[in-house]
């Protein structure tokens, strides 16, 4: 049997700037961080000649041309996998959905482990292209670079999206004192919501590439405010990441009408005025996580509480994508 793993992901300054239709034009920027909360894949050869493929559905179908799933029928198909005598089953620790980027992870898994059943070896920037070659350009997903990238890679990791499509990585440059407050103070709390992320970031792609002005100027400045926030926590002023969360959280509902709704506002309130310095929906908006960075850890998990969100305790993840079995 063969399991991998990929993580999930929380984006820390510069979402959005990850975007074909933005980056192509202007060039983006981000900053994103994994987390020890997971997307597994395991794959095992059977007595029976037919594909058993086993994900929130079963399907068992006589080839890959067959399969209804469409990340793992392409996957199977770029890696080239013939054989049907196989049993492909995924597991996730947080549901779909809900902002932590789980379909680059997914793809990024299923990726790994098929790769290791042909007995390839895979860099996480190649094991990232061809999961963004799948969804962005086979599956024509309104996505972009980023939950692909930092699944492969791990860590608190740095992203520039070039024009062209190439895209630079690099590590945080993070004092060890820093990087421990910084995982202390980042609190994720669970809205209820669950929704798909392809409707905001739509209506984002379409506005990009009509280039509507108030459309690139809001991700002017996040992209800005990406730097800003690389500077921020390199210097050890987590205080200022918190300030800057919050600003980043005002410009991103700009983008959408869709993006947040009076509970989300009225949670995130609450948050502010319980020792909350700033904080964000994660992912593309709508639902999903909010997350907050605090100095009052106690009284703002207590205040959550009692507005009736639950929260999720989560490690930063620095192996990536890999083979646990």
């Known amino acids: 049997m063969i399991i991998a793993r990929s993580p999930l992901r929380i984006s820390l300054g510069g979402g959005g700037t990850d975007l074909p239709s933005y980056y192509e034009k202007h060039g983006g920027f981000l900053i994103a961080a994994a ?49 049907t005598n196989l049993e492909i089953t995924s597991m996730a620790d947080i549901p779909a959905g809900t902002g ?23 860099h996480p920037r190649e094991l990232a292209e061809q999961a963004c070659h799948i969804e962005i350009d086979l599956l024509q997903e309104p996505i972009g670079k980023q939950d692909q990238y930092i699944a492969s890679y791990g860590g608190i990791t740095c992203f520039e999206f070039h024009p062209g499509g190439d895209v630079t990585a690099w590590p945080i440059n993070i004092e060890t004192e820093t990087l421990y407050n910084l995982e202390d103070n980042l609190l994720l709390f669970f809205t209820g919501y669950s929704r798909s992320a392809s409707s905001i970031l739509k ?18 400045f996040v992209k800005d405010l990406g730097y800003d926030v690389c500077e921020a926590i390199e210097t050890g002023d987590l205080h200022r990441f918190g300030e800057l969360m919050h600003d980043h959280w005002q410009h991103k509902k700009r983008r959408s009408g869709n993006m947040s709704n009076g509970e989300i506002d009225k949670w995130y309130e609450i948050a502010r005025e319980n020792g909350a310095v700033g904080g964000k929906l994660i992912g593309a908006g709508g639902g999903g996580f909010l997350m907050f960075y605090t100095e009052e850890k106690v009284r703002l998990r207590h205040a959550m509480r009692a507005a009736g969100l639950t929260e999720v305790r989560f490690r930063f993840d620095f192996e990536g994508t890999k083979i646990v079995v």
């Open 35 to 83: 987390i020890d909360k997971y997307i597994y894949i395991t794959i095992h050869e059977t007595f029976i000649e037919e594909l058993i493929i086993k994900y929130s559905q079963m399907e068992r179908v006589g080839s890959a041309e067959e399969v209804k799933h469409p990340i793992i029928r392409e996957a199977l198909k770029l890696t080239g996998i013939t054989e």
């Open 100 to 122: 932590l980027g789980s379909s680059g992870s997914f793809t990024t898994a299923l990726l790994k482990a098929l790769h290791h059943f042909r007995k390839n070896l895979m």
């Open 203 to 220: 209506e984002q792609h379409d506005k990009s590439q009509k280039d509507d002005k108030e459309m690139i100027d809001n991700l002017h």
